[in-house]
């Protein structure tokens, strides 16, 4: 009840003016004045950041077309603490799961995607993680494009980022490097804003154990060792691809449009299958509806939607598109294929301490007393999301033999086979506090 009525408040502190052109459905779009220049399908990670900048222009219309809900006002999502409760299997979760695993013993797992504005990027654990210099060179390498090695992409990570002090302010020094952060971006990263009895035992261990050294900073292009984890957050909130590039300041621009709860089904071609300007999209009471962009469809509907939409569309394998009763548009076997992704695995302990995260999840006096805080000065434990820090690691040793009858994926000799996140509590919540 405590935050049914916390989220209330913070939905009408939402004001009018920062939804001026964020629109509950797809009615909305009869009402546009104009056809829009660009439709981009997807306000995710990627949509959002994409109609910021195209809608820089004044002379274009953009439009997005958003499967989910807003953003605003859910305390799973702004309240960085109870990102371990905003998925999977949530409301703003699109509940997919895997087919099953072979090495899982078959088992389905939940593969959690954000059924929100800001997509992944509004109910993800806020980890502000480059890649490595190894893995944007390897890019470069492969496409034969220099622009997306390092050196030319990092002033852009630069420019994309605002540093900003930690909620609690505490002096940072010896827990990041400035040289490599941009502090003028829209996309706000900070480090914790409270701190953790762990601490310092974290940063104990990276002088007594081998091959884990301390990291100044996790996200210079050279990741390996422990180091200060860094979130994309700010003055207590997530930091999300919606509050940043989609903030009241951009939405408010009278070319861009954002409607949500809209779900495209496929993207349509002329009569040459030589351009797709048209999408279809399916509104709440299960009418099909098509809108045509004046110069680009743009699909930015995540690593599992966009090749569904594709799929649909006609666009994939033809042979297995044909057994599935959809007519091939074009053939692009590609589609759909290649998607891999890291399993996460929790390694829990008994500690002989009740100043854990289990103390905080369980103990419905001290949540309380936690979000009363949260709410009123935006300090306190919930101002940061799981743990201070992270390590990242090559397997050496005897456990290199596991690349004798496996190649290394790993893009270089910087380039991590896994990570550690270091926590004083478990990461899975005992219930979720839907809002």
């Known amino acids: 009840m405590l935050g049914i009525i916390a989220s209330l408040l913070l939905l009408f502190l939402v004001t009018d003016r920062s939804q001026a052109s964020i629109h509950s459905g797809p009615s909305a779009i009869n009402d546009l004045k104009h056809s829009p220049d660009f439709i981009i399908v997807g306000g995710g990670t990627a949509g959002s950041v994409v109609a910021n900048r195209l809608s820089e222009n004044p002379n274009v219309t953009v439009l997005v077309l958003e499967a989910g809900i807003s953003n605003a006002g859910i305390l799973n999502i702004e309240v960085p603490f109870y990102c371990v409760q905003a998925s999977p299997q949530t409301s703003v979760d699109w ?15 939940a593969y959690p995607r954000g059924f929100v504005l800001g997509g992944s990027s509004s109910t993800n654990y806020m980890f502000y993680t480059r890649g490595t210099r190894d893995d944007y060179d390897r890019i470069a ?6 622009g997306w090695s390092w050196d030319h992409l990092f002033p852009y990570m630069l420019k994309s980022e605002r540093w900003t002090a930690p909620s609690d302010g505490h002096n940072t020094t010896g827990q990041f490097d400035p040289s490599v952060h941009g502090s003028s971006g829209i996309n706000s990263v900070a480090l914790s804003g409270f701190p ?24 210079s292009g050279n990741p390996l060792g422990i180091g200060w984890k860094q979130d994309t957050a700010a003055n207590g909130l997530r930091s999300s691809a919606a509050t940043s590039y989609l903030a009241p300041n951009f939405i408010n621009r ?13 993207v349509l071609s002329h009569k040459d299958a030589s351009s797709f300007t048209t999408v279809e999209y399916i509104t709440a009471q299960g009418n099909r509806s098509t809108i045509t962009a004046g110069k680009e469809v743009i699909l930015s509907a995540g690593a599992v939607g966009t090749p569904h939409i594709l799929l649909h569309s006609g666009i994939g394998d033809a042979h297995a598109l044909s057994k599935l ?21 929790h390694t829990l302990w008994l500690v002989n301490s009740t100043n854990t995260y289990e103390t905080l ?9 936690a979000l009363a805080e949260w709410t009123q000065s935006k300090q306190g434990p919930l101002v940061t999301g799981p743990g201070s820090h992270i390590g990242w690691a090559r397997v050496s040793g005897n456990d290199s ?10 893009a270089g000799p910087t380039s991590p086979h896994f990570e550690l996140i270091f926590a004083p509590g478990s990461l899975g919540p005992p219930h979720r506090l839907e809002t």
Request: aromatic share 4%.
């Open 141 to 146: 390498n492969v496409t034969e494009d220099e």
């Open 361 to 369: 999840k369980r103990n419905a006096t001290v949540a309380a007393a």
């Open 401 to 410: 033999t596991i690349f004798d009858n496996t190649a290394d994926s790993s």
């Open 196 to 219: 953790s009895d762990i601490d310092s035992r974290v940063i104990a261990a990276t002088k007594e154990v081998t091959g884990m050294p301390f990291n100044l900073d996790m996200n």
């Open 325 to 345: 009763g959809i007519r091939p548009v074009h053939n692009l076997p590609s589609v759909g294929q290649n998607l891999t992704d890291h399993p996460a695995l």
């Open 254 to 266: 009278p070319n861009l449009h954002v409607v949500l709860n809209t779900r495209v089904t496929r």
């Open 95 to 109: 509940n997919f799961t895997t087919v099953p695993q072979p090495a899982l013993n078959n088992r389905s797992v």
